[in-house]
């Protein structure tokens, strides 16, 4: 039986959306427990239907890692801690990504040879059903070369394992192709990285998402800011053609024709359903999901944390590295 | 009248782009002449139309700052010197990026007060007929926090007087609004800009073209990496609703009812019609188009260049820094 931690505060949308997210996901998968951590009150929809632990405080947005493992009383570190103590095989959480990410890495601790965990995200690209893996997407705000290699690593074992890509093709994120190419820290790791036969060189953010790169490797900082023009483009984009749609009736006749194709383009690019983004490299399933989760992104979440439990993620990554 | 130095070597697609273009532009323009420079028998039809310097020599694509430079009879070497020799007021190129920016800088030199130059360009934002420049896209690998206040200053007098914002809005490009957010760099940055009025604080690449922002200042590798996303992401998202369109005769149909929306979004996503990259803080004016640019690109940044001269972009900077 996989037991999944799950933080029912801290998100933008309250408790409301997280019960219900694992009612419906116990109803589904009956190979699974769930402890819900959070305010007993808020939680009483779950009694009988899993484990409750009271914790009646909320990690503030913007705390920072001295402040989260003060408050032993949160959600959050409750949370974490029912992984650190055994109780719990993994952990989700809506709540604040500094906090989450200080006290998982603090009370969880790194996996041997790695020195950083990373967030990653499989990102929907232009071949259907493909996924690249793009790490680290904001855990830290910059890396040492030695630091990528791990990433590069790490973000293998992923594809293959949880995504299960074979000889997944591993790039660095580069502002060129050649090898002379990049930040002083990317040149560095290129060369580290020269000996792996799973690294193709570099990638431009332009290519990234063409179907070629199984894993992406980029610095924290530079990873947030390709994650997060990705995210603005294709909003702007599909804002855009929603008014094109909109304009008068003749436009809305035009979209009952498309509709079809323009709810499969959603659907590719749907970031809910990968289930937010996994915290790799601690010792530890570590699970955090946007602030302002709904159901379906909690419930995608819970699935996700199942399958790298399932996978036993961070023993591929011990052995691995 | 204005004296406007043209490559005609180096881009993907050979001079014949680049003869059109010069033709079509002195047709429309009579207040600009033109210095055409490449190879001689490739350049037969602008005989009688404009003037024609001989340089038969093509720097290659990766050329570094010394080969460059020892280039003197290539198309490149031998533009940026008209400018140097006072013959020309701008000088424009589709050619290697590398070397165009190495010898316009070892050439022109940096204007006072400016330690390095800047690749910038005006990013169409969600907003009809609104642009964002955003610098720098390249010319750097890294910067320190005083070349991004420098930037800032540029970015600013850019947007006030080449595409007339009052009082522009100036961010730096981060991965959080909060000041303690950001690179290194990007948080010593942040504290010199703090002084200056039109310094806005951070913004994050997911609303880096919401409207808001006028400036968007940035080290040469994020902001490499902020326009190939956003330019992969706008491809990719335009391919996925091309292909839903065509995927048969109802959808074909569909197409006809909303493709003045569909040609109003290709409008505002044109990057060709801003004309390149600008490579500001040079003691001149330097535009760089981009390497596969046809007709319509090279036209429109020859316009490009002429509005720099005119509105003396590298006074106003020599003054405003």
Not at 76 to 95: C, H, N, P, R
Not at 233 to 261: C, E, I, P, Q, S
Request: net charge positive; with cysteine.
């Amino acid at each position: 039986m996989i037991k999944i931690a799950v933080d029912t505060l801290g998100g933008d949308n309250g408790s409301g959306p997280v019960v219900e997210a694992i009612i419906q996901f116990l109803k589904e998968y009956k190979d699974v427990s769930i402890i819900a951590v959070g305010k007993k009150e808020e939680l009483k929809k779950l009694e009988g239907v899993c484990e409750i632990v009271d914790a009646p405080d909320i990690v503030p947005m913007e705390a920072g890692p001295l402040e989260v493992m003060r408050m032993k009383n949160s959600s959050m570190y409750k949370t974490v801690m029912l992984a650190k103590e055994g109780k719990a095989d993994a952990v989700v959480s809506a709540g604040s990504t500094g906090g989450f990410l200080s006290s998982s890495t603090l009370l969880l601790k790194t996996l041997p040879g790695v020195n950083r965990a990373a967030f990653v995200a499989p990102f929907p690209t232009k071949i259907k059903g493909h996924y690249a893996v793009i790490l680290d997407i904001g855990a830290s705000n910059e890396n040492s070369a030695e630091e990528l290699k791990q990433f590069a690593l790490m973000g293998a074992l992923y594809s293959e394992h949880i995504l299960g890509v074979e000889n997944p093709k591993v790039y660095l994120l580069s502002n060129g192709t050649e090898p002379k190419k990049g930040s002083p820290v990317g040149k560095e790791a290129y060369k580290l990285l020269s000996n792996y036969p799973f690294f193709k060189g570099n990638i431009e953010a332009r290519n990234a998402l063409n179907g070629e790169a199984d894993v992406i490797v980029t610095d924290g900082f530079t990873g947030n800011i390709f994650l997060k023009s990705s995210e603005g483009m294709a909003k702007m984009m599909g804002g855009l053609f929603k008014d094109a749609f909109m304009k008068n009736l003749w436009t809305m006749l035009g979209y009952l024709h498309v509709r079809k194709g323009i709810k499969n383009i959603s659907k590719i690019m749907d970031y809910k359903s990968t289930g937010g983004a996994m915290l790799l490299g601690v010792n530890g399933v570590v699970v955090k999901v946007h602030g302002n989760a709904d159901t379906y992104s909690m419930f995608c979440a819970i699935r996700v944390a199942k399958k790298l439990v399932e996978k036993d993620i961070s023993g591929k990554i011990k052995e691995g590295i």
